[in-house]
């Protein structure tokens, strides 16, 4: 017998994530050891009326792939999958890796190339997605490995993944709505304004940003931009607003470590000016982050600017679905925006990286400005209207 809190998320991901309707297209995304969540989303779309498939994904393929293929392989983008993002109606993704980092020791050459193949796919699904006509869901499917990186037992890890979801409620759909609702006034307001400052004080309270894990102080222009609400319809859990920046200019310090394809970066200082990156480093993984923002021409642009409201998740787990959704961060992505924001940069990179604003030992927390008005402090909103802890 399967986990009921499977059948909980089914329902979400299919009735209220993506809103599958009668003669919809479903794709469902996802390794063989998630079948217990693929087999009962594969039940709730049947029930909804649409269309449902499998798309197997293999890990161990993908291994083999990126440490065999050829440069040509490589650079191969499949007819198979630009059909499928062009045609489905829906498709839900599941995040099931049985190894989280065996890509880290991939050359960061090889797996720009490999990226960068997937390019006109990714072009399509955002386009797609931005107009309304391809509804999609992300979410994580509990495993060892995941739950390895999160330094907790797989069962702590479950409970960890399930409240986030709000499925430990008896009614998590509703509960949703309602942080919609928060939420949504969060993005009325920031429609109206202009410019955004993020900052936050290095160690001991210095406001020096010139070091690596120094200060934070980041302006970024937000005129004209349009802010998301996002409350479960594309990923799964959620709880952020975000927008697309219209400029930037300053210097962030990123006091998470940043996780992209499989390679753990830290200590990650960014220098923007007139909206790109033009001076990066890193604790840790310095070539690698170097490789990633030097793959096409958008990469180095700022594609998304956020604020995580999911007070429910606190913890730091390494993985970008859960942190960048921390209640009491704001987070930044390198690369691709999304066009439904306003800003139309191209890359294949979309890398999001967190920032904790958050008080911490020896450490004050930060604070975000719209238009000069401090609105938000010690990763609190001061409207007490807008999302906050329980």
Known sequence: MRDPRLDKLADVLVRFSTRVKQGDVVGIHGDPIALPLIHAVFEHVLEAG????????????????????????LRFTSPIAAHEVETADCMIRLIDDTNTRSLSRIDPKRQAIASQARKPYFNTFMKRAASGDLRWVLTQYPTQAAAQDAEMSLAQYQDFVFRAGLLHLDNPVGAWENIRERQQRVRDWLDQKKTLRFRRPGPDGSTETSAAGGATDLTVSIDGA???????????????????PQGVDGVVNYNYPAVYNGREVGGIRLVFKGGRVVEAGAAKGEDFLIEMLDQDDGARNLGEIAIGTN????????????????????????????????????????????????????????????DGEV????????????????
Not at 57 to 73: G, V, Y
């Open 226 to 244: 349009k802010w998301i609400n996002c409350f479960g319809d594309n990923n799964f859990p959620d709880g952020e607003v975000f927008t697309g």
């Open 50 to 73: 649409g269309h449902p498939y499998w798309t197997v994904r293999s890990h161990d393929l993908i291994d083999t792939f990126s440490e065999n293929a050829t440069e040509e392989q």
């Open 311 to 370: 007070y429910e998740i606190q913890e730091f787990t390494r993985n970008t679905l859960f942190d960048e959704k921390i209640g009491g961060t704001f987070h930044a992505a390198v690369g691709a925006g999304y066009p439904e924001t306003g800003n139309s940069n191209e890359s294949a990179l979309h890398w999001d990286m967190v920032c904790d604003m958050r008080p911490r030992p020896n450490s004050p927390g930060g604070t975000i400005e719209a």
């Open 375 to 390: 609105f938000y402090k010690d990763g609190l909103f001061l409207n007490k209207d807008w999302p906050r802890p329980a």
